[in-house]
């Protein structure tokens, strides 16, 4: 999960203007002299047992059941900046706009939450950038097991009481 949050993040980022390879590790960022600067950076992953159960039905018809044995949610911290502050907030938004309710991984929805943001100036900042904003990225997901029912052809019916 963690590789293709953020290999979704870095796409967005892209995708919003960001013409720069975005950066992943914050020594790199910090080490940086790019004034247009992105980066997807990890922030948390929490974990939380979970019983849930849902029935699905594969490309043959077979009835399945998946159990969701943790719910993980995994969180991001991008960082947008630029020399010019209208830049900035214009690839802002433009990244807020690409980015989907949702994305499917193995089979399995995961929901995307913009949680907060966070502005910095030129004074405030280790970036290059005169403005730059942090936002973060949450992603819903979990950790699941699937098993099959049992075929009735399996099952042998010993005796019948009333």
Not at 13 to 32: D, H, N, Q, V, W
Not at 70 to 79: A, D, G, N
Request: glycine content about 6%.
């Amino acid at each position: 999960m963690f590789t293709e949050c953020r290999e979704y993040l870095i796409e967005k980022l892209r995708e919003a203007g960001i013409r720069s390879k975005p950066y992943t590790s914050m020594k790199k960022l910090r080490t940086s002299q790019e004034a247009h600067i992105g980066a997807v950076l990890f922030e948390e992953e929490v974990f939380d047992r979970s019983g849930a159960k849902t029935r699905y039905s594969d490309q043959t018809g077979a009835q399945h059941k998946r159990r969701k044995i943790f719910s993980r949610e995994t969180t991001f911290s991008v960082v947008i900046g630029d020399p010019d502050p209208k830049k900035t907030e214009d690839i802002f938004e433009a990244f807020l706009s690409a980015l989907d309710k949702g994305i499917y991984m193995d089979g399995n929805y995961t929901p995307i939450e913009v949680e907060e943001s966070e502005w910095v100036d030129d004074d405030d900042s280790i970036l290059k950038a005169k403005v730059a904003v942090n936002v973060k990225v949450k992603f819903a997901g979990g950790v699941y097991k699937d098993t099959d029912f049992a075929k009735l052809a399996d099952i042998e019916i010993e005796s019948v009481s009333k």
